[in-house]
């Protein structure tokens, strides 16, 4: 047990800024004069719709997305839009995965359930350490959509480019690195994030879609998964994740007072630079990720020995850090260093890692 916040290193749900949490620890019993907590308040209430309104306008704002595209706050994360993005694009019955880790083979998995999935690469014999060339991508002509997962939590890989599709939209779950550099919404036919690592809390899932691309459903599939339905209703055909949206809002604000993605990119490239540079120069920690698939959000390494990665773990969280411990897939350490996490919190694990190095070689 402590009395002070830790450095948070989890992958989600994630640390938030402290400056969010102040806001509203601040607003929570009585928002703006209303007399009780945005907990509390009918989503269907001018309160609420004010902060609604709000957190979409910010979001459009921050991103810069187009006025062709829709904004939609949703129950069920990035999984659930899984399973609606292929009921929904799927008009044609045929879509194209890049499998580059864990989730994004997830996606592929779930959307072979209503149509034709082709994995136009999969990256699994090289235990996703690689984000694919153009080259290496087998995209079929007359497809409904591509998808990709734009940052891999797990294996620490990052998208670097935006992939030539033939004319196909690109979709793109950009759970991990949303909101964490500037992007050029134009280029995509869906952005969709769940918002527990760098948007908010978990419980909503953010989806930014081309108007075009918003199709009369299908007589057959579930209600929350009709995106033209939840497009014509704003997000409000039942009760939307009210407190995450809010959340979401505060985040979106703290991002425009801090200099916008602009300012993000640059200090995410910096916090990644300070632990990858490390890691390269260190014999002692093994960080297999290539460069130039490298994410700045997360960094998977490990120690000479699963002995060592579990007393890194140990010890870590005795010197106030927490979340360190790799995913059970690949093991060994992982670092999620987000918008929230600081430089400061970076160099405190950067100067605990030579001091563990230095014990243990």
Partial sequence: MTDKRVYNFAAGPSTLPVEVLKEAQKEMLNYKGSGMSVMEMSHRSSAYAEIFDD?????????????????????????????????????????????????????????????????A???????????????????????????????????????????????APLVSDMSSDILSRPVDVSKYGVIYAGAQKNMGIAGLGVIIIRHDLVKPHKENIPVLCEYDTMVKKDSMYNTPPTFAIYMLGLVCHWIEDNGGLEAMAKRNEKKAKLLQDYLDSSDFYNYPTEKGSRSNMNVSYTTPSKELDAKFVKE???????????????????????NAMTYEGVEYLVNFMKKFEAENK
């Fill in 316 to 338: 870590s969280i005795e010197a106030g850090m927490t979340n360190l411990k790799g995913h059970r897939l690949v093991g060994g350490i992982r670092a999620s260093i987000y």
């Fill in 55 to 119: 957190t979409k306008a910010t979001l459009k704002r921050v991103m810069n997305i187009p006025d062709n595209y829709d904004i939609l706050f949703l129950h069920g994360g990035a999984t659930q839009a899984f399973s609606a993005i292929a009921l929904n694009l799927m008009q044609k019955g045929r879509a194209d995965y890049v499998v580059t880790g864990n989730f994004a083979n997830k996606a592929a998995k779930e959307a072979t359930k209503f149509g034709d999935v082709h994995i």
């Fill in 121 to 167: 690469y999969d990256g699994k014999d090289n235990n996703y350490t690689h984000i694919p060339t153009q080259d290496e991508l087998d995209i079929r002509d007359d497809i409904d959509y591509v998808h990709i997962c734009e940052n891999n939590t797990i294996f620490g890989t990052e998208w670097n480019y935006i992939p030539d599709t033939k004319g």
